[in-house]
């Protein structure tokens, strides 16, 4: 990075070119899941209303589905991601064994996921 250039910048460019640290699994056998409500919960407790420390909030994240499916990051632990026909929260489209990185916000804690068909798992990472 050439000097002048924005701190934040440079700190994107190294947390997508991070090591990849695993965090969970979201298991789903075909309905809306996130990583509060999956089989084994991870990074899902806030410290309080308005307060994301204990979440994936402003955590860069290297996503990979084992099936296509929707994935759509969210502030709250709701349920909402829909197909992309919707009008509400339609999600993004990833197709099985895609790597997708994600930088959460810092207001969205929460990474909701839902297979197009059937059962699929969505595997995260942080890059660090």
Do not use: H
């Amino acid at each position: 990075m050439g000097p002048g250039r924005p701190p934040n910048e440079r700190d994107i460019q190294l947390n997508c070119n991070g090591s990849p640290q695993y965090l969970g699994t979201l298991v789903s056998s075909g309905t809306r899941v996130n990583n509060s409500t999956t089989t084994k919960p991870f990074n899902a407790t806030p410290l309080g209303p308005g307060n994301f420390i204990g979440t994936l909030a402003g955590k860069t994240l290297l996503l990979q589905p084992t099936a296509t499916g929707l994935l759509l990051p969210a502030d709250t632990a709701a349920l909402t991601v829909e197909q992309q026909s919707g009008t509400t929260a339609p999600g993004v489209s990833v197709a099985a064994g895609e790597r997708v990185i994600v930088i959460m916000l810092p207001t969205q804690g929460f990474l909701q996921w839902l297979p197009v068909t059937g059962s699929a798992n969505l595997l995260v990472w942080e890059l660090v």
